[in-house]
């Protein structure tokens, strides 16, 4: 007899994106920031046409019963801050939606360092360089 509800060939869990090379990535700031998923893809391409590298991300996972986007960050510069908040902004003018991003460090992923919303890209870029570890900079 055939089973109608079979599955043809192994099927596992979704596997979050990572970058090809996140062993060899070179050199720069590591961090993390967490934020809406709905933004997930936008985020990628600000952080990835500056200086950085999303090493790691998930488009959607769930913290304390929310589901956030992450990204694992390598930056050499953070440039591309400023570009982000202002996307941002835009985003929040357009739509109805206010969302925030929050900034965590490799040492301690379960509490946030700094809500974005509170602090301007300056003092965030300041507190990444103070704070991040950094890889062969």
Not at 19 to 43: C, E, I, M, Q, W
Not at 69 to 98: F, G, H, M
Not at 99 to 117: C, G, K, S
Request: proline share 6%; charged share 25%; net charge negative.
């Amino acid at each position: 007899m055939v089973s109608l509800f079979r599955r043809s060939g192994k099927r596992g869990a979704a596997e979050p994106f990572r970058h090809p090379d996140a062993n060899t990535l070179g050199s720069g700031y590591r961090f993390a920031l967490k934020g809406s998923p709905r933004h997930y893809d936008d985020v990628v391409r600000i952080i990835e046409g500056g200086d950085g590298t999303v090493y790691f991300g998930e488009a959607l996972t769930y913290e304390r019963g929310a589901g956030v986007a992450l990204w694992r960050v390598r930056s050499r510069t953070l440039d591309w801050l400023p570009a982000l908040y202002a996307w941002w902004a835009e985003a929040e003018r357009v739509e109805p939606i206010n969302a925030t991003f929050h900034l965590y460090l490799p040492d301690n992923l379960r509490y946030a360092a700094l809500d974005l919303r509170d602090h301007t890209p300056d003092e965030v870029a300041d507190y990444i360089r103070a704070h991040a570890p950094q890889d062969n900079l």
